[in-house]
């Protein structure tokens, strides 16, 4: 009998224990928690002024559009995202032509405009033709971005070594896992991320 209560206060010291350690940490980090402040996430900035930076972000974004069309090897949509994305940046284009500000960007905004237009001309079912405009596109896009001083937009520059005949070949990406918009299914993980725009 004696040995049975013995076993139960070990038992119990034990639960005890557990139980202390787990609410000490538990509250630990419940008050290191309530005495933190919330991060918010920092607005995304650039060189422009706010309606630019918006404006400059609606480009980042038809060109993910078309990247994704490319991934998933999907011609009609490549072609309506090539088509929005022209329209997009020459809006934005003669947006930045007002200021000053917007000079650097130019040469950029017009090799994005013409790809752009050269993707959405192209009818190829396999994307490959379309995929050609899409490298110098994409150099441009990153060149832009980088010459707008963009900030806080979580861009990924990302590569793949055999892109056009191993020649090689970059995209960006708002996410860093691989989806390889030159090769689709067919190699979708190839590449890495070589660098990011915070």
């Known amino acids: 009998m004696r040995f049975i209560y013995i076993i139960s206060a070990c038992s119990l010291f034990g639960l005890a224990g557990c139980g202390g350690n787990t609410g000490t940490t538990s509250n630990s980090t419940t008050d290191t928690t309530k005495s933190q402040p919330k991060v918010a996430a920092a607005p995304i900035q650039s060189k422009l002024n706010d309606q630019g ?3 400059l972000m609606n480009v980042v974004e038809k060109y993910y559009i078309l990247k994704n069309a490319l991934v998933a090897t999907k011609a009609d949509d490549a072609d309506a995202a090539a088509t929005a994305l022209a329209t997009i940046t020459d809006s934005f284009r003669t947006y930045v032509q007002k ?3 917007g ?3 130019k040469p950029y905004l017009d090799t994005i405009i013409t790809q ?3 993707a959405s001309s192209i009818k190829d079912e396999s994307c490959e033709k379309q995929r050609l405009a899409f490298g110098p596109l994409s150099s441009a896009m990153f060149g832009m971005l ?3 001083d963009l900030k ?3 861009v990924y520059q990302e590569y793949c070594p055999m892109a056009f ?3 090689g070949a970059h995209w960006l990406s708002d996410d860093s896992d691989i989806k390889n918009p030159y090769f ?3 190699m979708l993980e190839c590449g890495e991320v070589t660098a990011v725009l915070k």
């Open 53 to 55: 930076t918006q404006m």
């Open 99 to 101: 200021d000053n500000s």
């Open 103 to 105: 000079v650097a960007l």
């Open 116 to 118: 752009s237009k050269i």
């Open 146 to 148: 980088k010459a707008a």
């Open 152 to 154: 806080n937009a979580h």
């Open 165 to 167: 005949n191993e020649k």
């Open 184 to 186: 689709g299914k067919k």
